[in-house]
């Protein structure tokens, strides 16, 4: 059996590292108890952290705005203020937007190596929690638009897997997504794309998808589909769960409820079960 790739972002400034951890070790078990052939080594995960590039900012303005000590509801303002300073700074021709940019072409450098990885055919899901699902969408649709041209020269020092052209599936959950598919936005995303990589095999390009998860109590997160006819076409379902613990679930600060919900990572598995059954 072939290997998948597994890439996970995160979408909050103030993420720290080895976020994903737990979320890889609970994916695992679940696919695994679909099948005891199965094999933990079938995944191969790899996590893209950038909260470094903006956490110190973000602490900095957290203790200036606060000096008095008596702003209520921390937690949810620390999930507040990371998407607002993201949806601020995160602009073409920033110096905020080059480095995430940057990282993520890095980050994708440093997983092509892995010995587990076939340049040429691993099939990559990704999986982007909040506003990392919009850089991540843009990021993807600015590789396919550079592919897509005459001039991408930096793109022939690329592997296949790197530019996109075996990405096999695309897993957002908590996505904040709707709030930039507005007209004249500049950012690629609000145009989406297929999500099937064109080095698929066409097992594979058929079975590719785009599973948008949210939960209705999470206020930073929207479901796609309705925002335009090619969000329609190209996300293949809006999943509504409920995550989060006893005291976040039905809340906004669920939010950050996602990582360990069995809502959310069982059928995370279960996809990835069925694409190993192809490959």
Same mark, same amino acid.
């Given at each position: 059996?072939?290997?998948?790739?597994?890439? +996970?972002?995160?979408?909050?400034?103030?993420?720290?590292?080895?976020?994903?951890?737990?979320?890889?070790?609970?994916?695992?078990?679940?696919?695994?108890?679909?099948?005891?052939?199965?094999?933990?080594?079938?995944?191969?995960?790899?996590?893209?952290?950038?909260?470094?590039?903006?956490?110190?900012?973000?602490?900095?303005?957290?203790?200036?705005?606060?000096?008095?000590?008596?702003?209520?509801?921390?937690?949810?303002?620390?999930? +507040?203020?990371? &998407?607002?300073?993201?949806?601020?700074?995160?602009?073409?021709?920033?110096?905020?937007?080059?480095? +995430?940019? @940057?990282?993520?072409?890095?980050?994708?450098?440093?997983?092509?190596?892995?010995?587990?990885?076939?340049?040429?055919?691993?099939?990559?899901?990704?999986?982007?929690?909040?506003?990392?699902?919009? +850089?991540?969408?843009? %990021?993807?649709?600015?590789?396919?638009?550079? @592919?897509?041209?005459?001039?991408?020269?930096?793109?022939?020092?690329?592997?296949?897997?790197?530019?996109?052209?075996?990405?096999?599936?695309?897993?957002?959950?908590?996505?904040?997504?709707?709030?930039?598919?507005?007209?004249?936005?500049?950012?690629?995303?609000?145009?989406?794309?297929?999500?099937?990589?064109?080095?698929?095999?066409?097992?594979?390009?058929?079975?590719?998808?785009?599973?948008?998860? %949210?939960?209705?109590?999470?206020?930073?997160?929207?479901?796609?589909?309705?925002?335009?006819?090619?969000?329609?076409?190209? &996300?293949?379902?809006?999943?509504?769960?409920?995550?989060?613990?006893?005291?976040?679930?039905?809340?906004?600060?669920?939010?950050?409820?996602?990582?360990?919900?069995?809502?959310?990572?069982?059928?995370?598995?279960?996809?990835?079960?069925?694409?190993?059954? &192809?490959?």
């Amino acid at each position: 059996m072939g290997k998948i790739a597994v890439a +996970v972002i995160h979408g909050l400034g103030s993420e720290e590292q080895f976020y994903s951890v737990e979320l890889k070790h609970r994916i695992t078990e679940e696919y695994l108890k679909s099948n005891p052939g199965f094999d933990e080594t079938d995944l191969v995960f790899h996590e893209i952290y950038w909260g470094n590039l903006i956490s110190d900012d973000l602490h900095e303005f957290r203790q200036k705005s606060n000096y008095k000590g008596d702003l209520s509801y921390q937690n949810l303002r620390q999930i +507040v203020t990371d &998407v607002q300073a993201m949806a601020l700074l995160y602009k073409p021709k920033t110096a905020f937007y080059e480095s +995430v940019n @940057n990282r993520i072409k890095d980050e994708f450098r440093r997983f092509s190596s892995h010995r587990g990885i076939d340049q040429n055919n691993t099939p990559l899901i990704i999986l982007a929690h909040s506003f990392g699902a919009v +850089v991540m969408t843009n %990021y993807i649709n600015k590789i396919r638009h550079s @592919n897509n041209t005459s001039n991408g020269s930096e793109q022939k020092e690329r592997s296949d897997f790197e530019l996109m052209r075996t990405l096999c599936g695309y897993v957002t959950f908590g996505n904040p997504m709707g709030l930039y598919a507005i007209k004249n936005n500049d950012l690629l995303m609000t145009n989406p794309d297929s999500i099937a990589g064109d080095k698929l095999s066409d097992d594979l390009q058929e079975m590719a998808k785009w599973y948008n998860f %949210y939960d209705k109590d999470d206020i930073i997160a929207y479901p796609l589909k309705g925002l335009s006819e090619l969000f329609d076409q190209h &996300v293949t379902a809006d999943i509504e769960i409920n995550v989060g613990s006893a005291a976040t679930s039905w809340n906004p600060a669920c939010h950050t409820g996602y990582w360990e919900d069995k809502d959310f990572y069982k059928p995370v598995a279960r996809f990835l079960t069925e694409i190993s059954s &192809v490959i």
